[in-house]
T-cell receptor, first 113, second 113 residues
Framework: QKEVEQDPGPLSVPEGAIVSLNCTYS??????FMWYRQYSRKGPELLMY????GNKEDGRFTAQVDKSSKYISLFIRDSQPSDSATYLC?????????????FGKGTHLIIQP | DGGITQSPKYLFRKEGQNVTLSCEQN?????MYWYRQDPGQGLRLIYY???????QKGDIAEGYSVSREKKESFPLTVTSAQKNPTAFYLC????????????FGPGTRLTVL
């Protein structure tokens, strides 16, 4: 079983819809959770960073962590065509060093105008 | 502008040739990383460096080599020993090795003919 599972998509939704992107993981030691957005042929950019369980909101984006279920989500409200990209989740255990970041494979999101 | 630059954006090489990918950052970050991204795969760590003149192997270091002679620079050499070198290569940096916030460069797409 892979450490981090993420549906590759593509996930296609109409403009203005609420988008839900998810990752599941198996390592209960993961404490730090990140979401990156990657446009085609570009490097990933950090969108959201959360520690342990709970929610974090930043504009149209909300990151949610449920450690009991080993499940993290990224919600995008009022989705825009410019949100079309691949979204990567990443996570790390407490005390993990520089080699400790584990990435999901990414979900390809398409927002239809 | 502060950031990470990678050059070239596209690189073509013949099989059996070594090739070096450039990565430069002016963020004054101590830690730098090299990842490989293949279609349908997550980011896989090749090498990382937490400080000048020191670096460690990541998950898929075989067939690659790096150097860290300057804080700003972390070049990656793809050697002829790498069996499947065609991929998208991403360089990243963070304030230090314990930071989860990694900033990525734009990437280099290497194609071996």
């Amino acid at each position: 079983q892979k450490e981090v599972e993420q549906d590759p998509g593509p996930l296609s939704v109409p403009e203005g819809a609420i988008v839900s992107l998810n990752c599941t993981y198996s390592n209960s030691a993961f404490q730090y959770f990140m979401w990156y957005r990657q446009y085609s042929r570009k490097g990933p950019e950090l969108l959201m960073y959360t520690y342990s369980s709970g929610n974090k909101e930043d504009g149209r984006f909300t990151a949610q962590v449920d450690k009991s279920s080993k499940y993290i989500s990224l919600f995008i409200r009022d989705s825009q065509p410019s949100d079309s990209a691949t979204y990567l989740c990443a996570m790390r255990a407490s005390g993990g060093g520089a080699d400790g970041l584990t990435f999901g494979k990414g979900t390809h999101l398409i927002i239809q105008p | 502008d502060g950031g990470i630059t990678q050059s070239p954006k596209y690189l073509f090489r013949k099989e059996g040739q070594n090739v070096t990918l450039s990565c430069e950052q002016n963020l004054n970050h101590d830690a730098m990383y090299w990842y490989r991204q293949d279609p349908g795969q997550g980011l896989r760590l090749i090498y990382y460096s937490q400080i000048v003149n020191d670096f460690q192997k990541g998950d898929i270091a075989e067939g690659y080599s790096v150097s860290r002679e300057k804080k700003e620079s972390f070049p990656l050499t793809v050697t002829s020993a790498q069996k499947n070198p065609t991929a998208f290569y991403l360089c990243a940096s963070s304030i230090d090795g314990g930071s989860d916030t990694q900033y990525f460069g734009p990437g280099t797409r290497l194609t071996v003919l």
